[in-house]
């Protein structure tokens, strides 16, 4: 057993040390205090019903038990109705559960989680006619507690009526149908509910009518009301059509009308001489209207009965007022036994399997599930009681004889030798009830047939002659010193489950049919199609002579013998169910009465039968499966000729071969303890186990994923490779044409890279830019080279930051030599450069034009600006550009501009004043020549290897004398020359803006 450790008892009774009562009651009261309702005697579970909702049900649990064994998960309801469905499945046998207890011990509630289990293990494909059994099957069970079940002080849910359902399963498991029977309901509505409505005619307090008075006081564990909506919704469900509903609330409405009706003596002198009445004859205009009868027949039929004489001659019998009374009852009862019998056949019609051809569809088989009330002993116990207790020593008797009969075939089959065990057999008791001419029944039988005031105290006197020998009866005139019953009126049965002392006051009337033929024809003849449809004896003419009806004994006993003949026909499982007490109170286990109900259960001698031949039997594939980690031989798999041979050697090595018996296809364990001692070396070894299986798992998980992560870097680089060349191949291609001129691939694009060759790409791009500079730099005339390399100068240096750098036009560098430019002093400019040149030695003029400056005492004058590879001139041209101020190339350590169209420009030197100028008197007007001075300053410090900073912003920075100022510039549309206006501690120049 999984998920039980020892601190739940034993799981299996058959396992106990010893068999005692002592022992098995606390076996059975440490599972029940530890939430453990289920222990098993073999394969027979003992359930105790808990009185209150435990987590044990629902799909996960269903889960857990489907297609397992019963010994491995912990004892539960769903493994028995499990095993039920695998026999079914597997050998195509028709197999059984039979639910046994006394009242109130759980036994409705045990048969619902049963078919909830069979319905929910079915249907793997979803089909429409699988889903209509289920729910009929399910539906049923609510519909046939609210018409058999009553609320007595036992019980608030008690069976009154013995159910047994059949279900169908074609060859793949799955229900096809079913079939309810219904055996020994009794003919009693003490407890029955009122759920009726006010246009019935009936009030909602049920203490108002005699049929439902006793259980009106009764407490309720659930409303009527939701009751009442739970089997309106079944009967919608399981197809019960509105009409046939409402043909139902008729019916209980009248018979409850029916059992209000009283009867009382007319006075001899008057009118009607002695004749009989009804006290409340309003009553009986509501059983004409429900039942849909003419109101004259139902007052007729209740104050006198119609005889035929023997010249066919109708004879009108006047009923004394116990008569009336005695009919009036029989007919409530016989109604209601009619409608029960009417909702089963109606149910069977729709759960029936339709549409079946053994010889096209293959043989049916069938799972039967019998839930039927238990043994019962109150303070009075009458003709009900008895015929129970009967029932039930008939299914013990079966029981008993079942147990040892697959016990016997199983050793037979298995070629184990059988071995006699001693059992309580009551045979003896079942004989005396049903035994032909001397039995009880028959006793019974023969005086309700008997002419003649025969009374109930004469039957008892018949019953002292018969069995004043019998072991098993006694009554106070046979043994006159027990003053615990009365004479004339008790005897005493030593039953199985106890002694039992019935009253057989009313067993004659109880046993005789007072159903006269009056209401049968009464009711025939009704309107109503539904109730016309219960009677159809009642369509037998009045004068038709016939047989004296059944009597209720005997139609008792048939029911129990077809009811036994199905049984043991089919393979049985066993659920026997445990009342812990008396209150109903959850979590209390009352010794002394589960000890009563264990014994006459015969529990303990059920584990004895058990225990006498082998407490425990195992296929050898099961045995080795669940041990075979506890031998050499057979770990983890064995070499030897069989599993039978690999169970003996594992037997062997535990010196346990001589407490087992080997079977042809099972081992047989002989006592419990060489079970226990099998598990103990097996959960010894468990944790070993799994941490070896741990072990290797993990192991193989781990080359699993080594695996998968070579095959992943094999696949990563067999693709890298192929997306390389793919790249590859799609740049050749691509770029076939780039050698042809004027645009050298300028227009081609580049395909997008693998992550991997980005970087690849990167160097070719910058590759392929220098190869078409390169075509293009080559055809350049080494004139134009100087101008170029001072516009790539010029480009690198401003970065983009301003708008127009003059890279369009042509630079001419020289604007003063131009006459174009300068043309009424190029001349004298020209001088000047000449001596300049003679006496500072420079090479070439890199930049000059004229300039408008500001200096550090605010004054802005016109001013040339000269520059040449060795100097930095600033020259005065009204004085023949005398130079002012030559600064050494090297000093110049940077030169500032702005964003804009402007002509601002800071030349910044090393230990010197910085130079604002802004150029002008270009032409064209306003031209942009800041660029050209950048790019070719920038291109001479590039070439002579010397730092130079350009920065570009519309607010420069500038230092003169130690005064930190700023320069910006503003355009100013009015403006008509570029000039400065100076502040205390700032310059801006006002640049003429269109």
Request: a positive charge; aromatic letters at 8%.
């Amino acid at each position: 057993m999984e998920e039980e450790g020892p601190e739940y008892g034993k799981p299996d009774f058959v396992l106990l040390d010893q068999v005692t009562m002592e022992d098995f009651m606390e076996n059975l009261k440490l599972r029940f205090e530890k939430g453990r309702i289920y222990t098993y005697i073999g394969e027979v579970l003992v359930s105790v019903n808990p009185y209150q909702e435990l987590p044990l049900y629902g799909p996960e649990a269903i889960a857990q038990h489907q297609g397992r064994e019963l010994y491995e998960r912990p004892p539960h309801l769903y493994a028995v109705a499990n095993a039920a469905y695998k026999a079914m499945k597997r050998r195509s046998r028709d197999t059984c559960i039979v639910i046994s207890g006394e009242s109130g011990a759980g036994k409705t509630e045990a048969s619902k989680y049963i078919m909830q289990y069979i319905a929910a293990v079915t249907n793997p494909s979803q089909r429409a006619e699988v889903e209509r059994v289920k729910e009929v099957l399910l539906g049923s069970t609510c519909v046939l507690e609210a018409f058999g079940n009553a609320r007595t002080n036992r019980n608030h849910n008690s069976s009154r009526f013995g159910k047994y359902m059949d279900i169908n399963f074609d060859f793949k498991g799955e229900p096809i149908g079913g079939h309810i029977h219904s055996y020994l309901l009794e003919k009693v509505l003490q407890g029955s509910e009122d759920k009726v409505l006010q246009e019935l005619h009936l009030e909602r307090n049920p203490a108002l009518y005699n049929f439902t008075r006793q259980g009106a006081g009764l407490s309720t564990l659930d409303s009527d009301e939701k009751n009442y909506q739970a089997v309106t919704q079944a009967m919608k469900v399981i197809g019960f059509s509105p009409e046939e509903v409402g043909s139902v609330h008729r019916i209980l409405a009248a018979i409850l009308h029916l059992g209000n009706i009283e009867f009382v003596e007319m006075e001899s002198n008057g009118p009607e001489k002695g004749g009989l009445a009804v006290a409340e004859e309003v009553l009986v205009d509501h059983v004409a209207e429900l039942t849909a009868t003419p109101r004259d027949l139902v007052l007729r039929s209740l104050l006198a009965r119609t005889v035929a004489s023997g010249g066919r001659d109708l004879i009108e019998k006047g009923h004394t007022a116990a008569e009336a009374c005695y009919a009036r009852d029989a007919c409530a009862k016989a109604v209601y036994q009619r409608l029960f019998e009417w909702v089963v056949d109606r149910i069977n019609s729709i759960m029936e399997a339709r549409g079946r051809d053994p010889r096209r569809d293959g043989k049916d088989t069938v799972i039967g599930v019998l839930d039927i009330y238990g043994f019962e002993v109150f303070p009075v116990n009458s003709f009900e009681q008895f015929c129970i207790n009967y029932c039930n020593e008939k299914l013990q008797q079966l029981f008993i004889q079942l147990i040892l009969k697959q016990e016997q075939e199983e050793y037979q089959r298995e070629g184990i030798t059988w071995q006699t065990i001693e059992y309580f057999n009551n045979a003896a008791i079942v004989e005396l009830v049903e035994r032909p001419h001397r039995g009880i029944l028959a006793v019974l039988d023969e005086a309700c047939s008997s002419a003649g005031p025969i009374t109930d105290r004469i039957f008892l006197q018949t019953l002292d002659t018969h069995h004043r020998h019998h072991p098993h009866y006694t009554s106070r005139q046979l043994c006159p010193t027990d003053k615990t019953m009365e004479f004339g009126r008790d005897f005493r049965i030593k039953h199985y489950a106890g002694d039992v002392t019935y009253s057989v006051e009313g067993f004659i009337d109880k046993n005789r049919d007072f159903l006269f033929q009056d209401f049968k024809r009464l009711l025939y003849n009704s309107t109503d199609p539904t109730l016309k449809a219960m009677w159809p004896d009642g369509q037998q003419d009045i004068t038709e002579v016939t047989k004296r009806p059944l009597t209720a004994g005997t139609l008792f006993k048939n029911s129990m013998v077809a009811l036994v003949e199905n049984l043991a026909s089919k393979e049985p499982y066993y659920v026997r169910c445990i009342k812990p007490n008396e209150d109903k109170v959850p979590g209390k286990l009352d010794e002394s009465h589960c000890r009563h109900q264990v014994s006459y259960l015969g529990l303990l001698e059920n584990v004895r039968v058990r225990r006498a031949g082998f407490a425990s039997r195992q296929p050898y594939p099961r045995f080795l499966l669940r041990y075979k980690m506890t031998c050499e031989y057979t770990w983890p798999n064995h070499l030897l000729g069989s599993d039978k041979a690999a169970v003996g050697a594992l037997l062997e090595q535990h010196g346990l071969q001589g407490d087992v018996a080997f079977g042809h296809s099972k081992l047989f364990i002989r006592s419990a303890q060489t079970l226990v001692t099998l598990e103990q070396s097996r959960a010894r070894l468990i944790p070993i186990i799994v941490l070896l299986l741990q072990k290797a798992w993990r192991g193989t998980l781990a080359r699993w994923r080594c695996r998968r992560l070579r095959a992943i870097y094999t696949i990563m680089s067999w693709f890298r490779r192929h997306k390389v060349r793919a790249h590859l191949a799609e740049l050749q291609r691509r770029f076939q044409a780039a050698r042809q001129p004027p645009l050298y691939g300028r227009d081609l694009t580049w395909p997008p890279a693998p992550a991997v060759l980005q970087p690849f790409q990167d160097t070719c791009r910058a590759l392929f830019c220098r190869w078409r500079a390169r075509q293009l730099v080559k055809n350049i005339p080494p004139s134009d080279m100087a101008q170029i390399k001072a516009k790539v100068a010029a480009m690198g240096a401003l970065q983009g930051l301003r708008q127009d750098w003059g890279c369009q036009r042509a630079w001419a560098r020289d604007y003063l030599s131009s006459a174009s430019d300068n043309p009424t002093a190029s001349g004298l400019f020209a001088q000047r450069l000449k001596s300049l040149r003679e006496k500072d030695g420079f090479g070439a003029v890199l930049f000059s034009s004229h300039v408008r400056k500001v200096n550090r005492f605010r004054k802005s004058r016109d001013r040339a600006l000269l520059l040449t590879d060795r100097h930095l001139y600033k020259l005065e041209p009204g004085k023949q550009y005398r130079v002012m101020r030559a600064v050494p190339l090297q000093a110049v350590t940077g030169v500032s501009v702005t964003s804009g169209r402007d002509q601002l420009v800071v030349l910044h030197a090393r230990g010197q004043d910085d130079l604002v100028v802004c150029l002008h008197r270009t032409q064209p007007e306003l031209d942009n020549r800041v660029g050209e001075l950048v790019g070719v300053l920038a291109a001479h410090c590039q070439g002579e290897g010397q730092a130079l900073e350009v920065r570009v912003s519309d607010c420069i920075p500038l230092s003169q004398r130690g005064a930190r100022r700023l320069v910006s510039v503003e355009p100013k549309p009015e403006q008509p020359a570029p000039d400065f206006r100076c502040s205390r501690n700032a310059f801006t120049l006002l640049w003429p803006s269109p």
